[in-house]
């Protein structure tokens, strides 16, 4: 049976990264030592050419996908942003941590949602819907390796929802411009909503 490989992949870092901010509907560009790191990281890595890549529509997202798979048909989707972080968005741990509605979004759960913000059930709703319209055009379309540039939240709810063997959430963050090689096949997706979570990525250079 006929698999679909995806490479999920972190953007690279932006200021508000760098300041240890919530960072998520602000649309924010790479700052210039994210930017950096992802050029050196293509002479670390081997990020191997794709037939497409999907992209959260946010600037530190579309513009890491330019320097990681350049020369490649890049495609937005709206379901690939990050979380929205409402009244929280912008602001460090530090800024937040007296705050009575910031402690009750955080011991709340997956159903909790930050003021004017969304929950994690409600994320994972729409990067199901957004990771079915990915995997049902490279389907109809014979693609058979693709990259999926979004945020680490993303990857890692991504990951804890739908991928097998269910590994512990800590072990599924994504640093910078690296993420997880995963494999489906249109039975397992469509049968049981769920992906193979292959390796590490990108790999290794062996030159």
């Given at each position: 049976m006929k698999g679909y490989r995806i490479s999920l992949v972190r953007h690279g870092m932006t200021e508000a990264n760098e300041k240890g901010m919530y960072i998520g509907k602000t649309d924010l560009p790479l700052s210039d030592k994210g930017a950096a790191e992802l050029v050196a990281k293509t002479d670390e890595f081997d990020y191997p050419k794709v037939h497409k890549v999907y992209t959260s529509p946010l600037k530190r997202c579309t513009e890491t996908a330019d320097i990681l798979f350049p020369d490649t048909e890049i495609m937005t989707v709206d379901g690939l942003r990050e979380l929205d972080f409402g009244t929280f968005d912008g602001k460090t741990v530090d800024e937040l941590?007296?705050?009575?509605?910031?402690k009750e979004w955080l011991k709340g759960g997956r159903s909790s949602r930050p003021p004017?913000?969304?929950s994690l059930e409600e994320m994972t709703a729409r990067i199901f819907s957004a990771v079915h319209g990915?995997?049902?055009d490279m389907m109809e379309n014979g693609l058979t390796h693709c990259a999926v540039v979004t945020h680490g939240g993303i990857i890692s709810n991504l990951l804890?929802?739908?991928g097998i063997p269910k590994y512990d959430p800590k072990y599924l963050n994504a640093s910078y411009g690296e993420g997880f090689d995963i494999m489906v096949t249109a039975q397992m997706w469509l049968n049981s909503q769920a992906f193979e979570i292959l390796n590490l990525f990108p790999y290794i250079?062996?030159?």
């Open positions: 941590i007296e705050r009575p509605d910031y004017e913000g969304e990915i995997i049902m804890t929802g739908f250079d062996s030159e």
